[in-house]
């Protein structure tokens, strides 16, 4: 550049003046151009991505946490009152089998002692105590007799029975059915064929038995 220009009539400190004001003017344009643009995006958007980068970011206090499953707990079937009582049992009919809560059984000895060649004598008795006649089998198997010596069985009305074995009755409420029933002293057991040996002195006992009876003790000795 020439020299000389700068000694034009506007003079040097003008010159720099009039390029400072310029070069202010584009520092200006550019920082209306920057403003304009941020203000595009806004406060609201500013919000939103700051909510978003929380959504993404997991709570530290829900992630220790337990998950729980929640099961529906069974119907509970309805527990029946205490006050509403059992059907009655069906009123027994006369001529129906006897059952052992209609029945007292008993047997009595005719004596406590036995001398030789005096055979055991005993009175047996069923009573039916029901409300109604019934029907019982008192048979020497089903209403039996049975003599023991301490763990010996010495003797059964049930072993080696001869002619029928089953005694059907009837049972009038109040009459007693009465047996009596003589033990010969001999053994008796499986073996009806063989001879039978005749039981020692000692003591004995005899007791009779049906289903779902049994009666007391008879105690006696033999001589």
């Known amino acids: 550049m020439d020299p000389d220009t700068f000694r034009s009539d506007i003079g040097v400190d003008v010159y720099w003046r009039r390029r400072m004001a310029a070069l202010v003017g584009v520092l200006v344009v550019v920082a209306f151009v920057a403003w304009a643009c941020s203000s595009t995006s806004g406060p609201d958007d500013v919000r939103e991505r700051n909510s978003a980068a929380r959504q993404e970011t997991p709570d530290p206090l829900v992630a220790v946490l337990p998950t729980v499953t929640l099961i529906p707990s069974p119907t509970a079937s309805p527990t029946p009152s205490p006050g509403v009582a059992k059907a009655s049992a069906r009123p027994r009919r006369p001529g129906e089998a006897c059952v052992s809560p209609q029945l007292v059984l ?118």
């Not at 000895?109 to 089998?137: E, H, S, W």
């Not at 009459?175 to 029933?181: C, Q, T």
Request: proline content about 5%.
């Open 106 to 223: 008993s047997m009595e000895g005719q004596g406590t002692v036995y001398p030789a060649g005096i055979r055991p004598r005993f009175t047996l008795t069923l009573v039916n105590v029901g409300k109604v006649m019934c029907t019982a089998d008192v048979g020497p198997r089903a209403m039996e007799v049975r003599i023991t010596s301490g763990d010996d069985r010495v003797w059964s009305s049930s072993d080696c029975v001869s002619g029928e074995a089953t005694n059907v009755r009837e049972l009038d409420r109040g009459i007693p059915y009465v047996k009596e029933l003589v033990w010969d002293r001999r053994r008796s057991g499986d073996d009806c064929a063989a001879d039978r040996a005749a039981a020692l002195p000692g003591t004995y006992v005899a007791v009779v038995h049906a289903p779902g009876l049994r009666s007391r003790k008879a105690v006696f000795h033999l001589r």
